[in-house]
């Protein structure tokens, strides 16, 4: 069982910069972790993935660029750098795991476990 929890939310005006954080109980080393999000009346979308071990990563193209993912596996911690925020990032960020490498990169259905997501608020 992982438990994730995710951190760092808030508001920002456009073409800011947040950093959110997501940390997970147990060793996820084997696990693929991602960023998803949910603006009010949308569905969610993922945004941000990485691989279990080998940290490889991948972006849809309306974040690459502006946003990053890392993980710190010692810390069991993931993180998800975001910059030149955009009115339309606004939603809320939810961080999720699977064990080995996700079917689909962004689709949350490939995802086990999940956290219970961070407010992001950009102001144009």
């Known amino acids: 069982q992982v438990r994730l929890v995710e951190s760092g939310g808030g508001s920002v005006q456009a073409g800011g910069s947040l950093r959110l954080s997501c940390a997970a109980s147990g060793n996820t080393y084997t696990y693929s972790m991602a960023w998803f999000r949910q603006g009010p009346g949308k569905e969610r979308e993922g945004v941000a993935v990485i691989y279990a071990s080998g940290g490889g990563t991948y972006y849809p193209d309306s974040v690459k660029g502006r946003f990053s993912i890392s993980r710190d596996h010692a810390k069991t911690t993931m993180y998800l750098e975001m910059n030149s925020l955009k009115y339309e990032d606004t939603a809320m960020y939810y961080c999720?795991?699977?064990?080995?490498?996700?079917?689909?990169?962004?689709?949350?259905?490939?995802?086990?476990?999940w956290g219970q997501g961070t407010q992001v608020t950009v102001s144009s």
């Open positions: 999720a795991a699977t064990r080995g490498r996700p079917p689909l990169l962004l689709s949350a259905s490939s995802y086990n476990y």
